[in-house]
């Protein structure tokens, strides 16, 4: 069992920066790859980014690719969402999760990863 807690939402203005954090505990971190989702009011939720267990493979949504960076630090069980530019469209509530399942590529889907935290809101004001 792995406990996801997120932390560093909040509001800002448009064009600007937050970082998410993501701590894990429970099992051991390093196992599993990790992703982020979010999810807007009415909406589903829906892939943002994903990083292999070993940190050297990523894969990001179209919409936040080249402003959304994905990261981890095994030593400190923790990973890492750093958000530039941000829009009003990327307003929502973000989830990191954890897939213990080896692949053959990142999952992008919800059914794909085996635990949550309980989420961050960010909201981003145009």
């Known amino acids: 069992q792995v406990q996801l807690v997120e932390t560093g939402g909040g509001l800002v203005q448009a064009g600007g920066s937050l970082r998410l954090s993501c701590a894990a505990s429970g099992r051991t971190f390093s196992p599993y790859d990790m992703g982020w989702f979010r999810q807007a009011p009415g909406m589903e939720r829906e892939f943002v980014a994903a990083l292999s267990r070993s940190g050297s493979v990523t894969y990001y949504a179209d919409s936040v690719k080249g402003r959304f960076t994905i990261s981890r630090d095994n030593a400190k069980n923790t990973v890492y969402l750093q958000m530039n530019s941000l829009k009003a469209e990327d307003t929502a509530v973000y989830y990191c999760?954890?897939?213990?399942?080896?692949?053959?590529?990142?999952?992008?889907?919800?059914?794909?990863?085996?635990?949550w935290g309980q989420g961050t809101q960010v909201t981003v004001s145009s």
């Open positions: 999760a954890a897939d213990y399942r080896l692949r053959l590529r990142l999952g992008i889907t919800v059914s794909e990863y085996d635990y």
